[in-house]
């Protein structure tokens, strides 16, 4: 990689979240619904930092905005969304974030390039990250959105609610085996965001490099979408 491209790369961070609630597909106001779910995870991946975990709002962001480019998958209508709404009930970040959700999301997408809003202009239609992943890749996804939050609601009631509880009854045994499993569900949880992210990654780099990506569509069939992604 030459020095410009490198450059380049440095500036551009690639991230995913995971949320406690599932979305409810028949609520009334999808927009309403998205911005009241909360984070339970996001991960980012940047030729500067590698890769970051973070399990609160206010820092994600941050390190977000300090990069010139955001690349994810559903972001704009999602991610972004999620993320600035549970700004709020986080602590006070170390550099001031915009006042307003609203204001923040507007700089999270006015630096996001969404590549699922790019191939539903180019389609049409929505495109899975799965089919893409299979479809291009040969990947496939490790789990999906509502197994995510099973995992994070096992991890939390593992550790906060039946470790103390054993060790109320002084079965300090129980109690460690207990958080052992709590962190087995918990590095599940990460370890999938983390794959999404590198799927993204994975699947932005080769649209860039042959102007293409493929999907395995409802009725189990390859199909080809041109791009001109950069």
């Known amino acids: 990689m030459n020095t410009e491209s490198k450059s380049a790369e440095s500036h551009t961070i690639f991230y995913d979240i995971e949320t406690k609630e599932l ?15 909360h984070l339970s995870i996001g ?22 905005l300090a990069h010139e480019r955001i690349i994810g998958f559903n972001i704009i209508h999602f ?3 999620v993320l600035a709404w549970s700004k709020e009930q986080s602590r006070a970040p170390e550099k001031p974030l915009p006042d307003t959700p609203d204001e923040l999301k507007q700089l999270l997408d006015a630096k996001s390039f969404d590549l699922l ?4 202009a180019r389609l049409g239609h929505r495109v899975g990250l799965a089919a ?3 479809g291009t890749l040969g990947k496939q996804k490790l789990a999906s959105g509502p197994q995510a939050v099973v995992w994070n609601r096992l ?26 499993l709590g962190a087995w569900f918990q590095e599940r949880l990460e370890r999938y965001c983390l794959q999404d992210v590198l799927l993204v990654k994975k699947l932005f780099e080769y649209g860039v490099a042959n102007k293409r990506v493929a999907y395995i569509d409802f009725e189990g069939e390859r199909r080809v979408v041109r791009v001109q992604w950069r």
């Not at 980012?44 to 390190?63: G, K, R």
Request: aromatic fraction near 4%; hydrophobic fraction near 45%; proline fraction near 5%.
């Open 23 to 37: 979305l409810d597909p028949n609520a009334p106001d999808q927009d309403a619904a998205i911005r009241a779910l």
């Open 43 to 64: 991960v980012t991946w940047c030729e500067c930092h590698d890769t970051q975990i973070f399990h609160t709002p206010a820092p994600l962001a941050e390190h977000l």
């Open 79 to 81: 991610d972004n969304a």
């Open 117 to 120: 809003a790019d191939l539903e």
């Open 132 to 134: 893409l992943a299979e």
């Open 155 to 180: 991890a939390g009631t593992l550790r906060d609610r039946w470790a103390l509880a054993l060790l109320d009854v002084s079965d300090q045994e129980g109690a460690a085996r207990v958080n052992e």
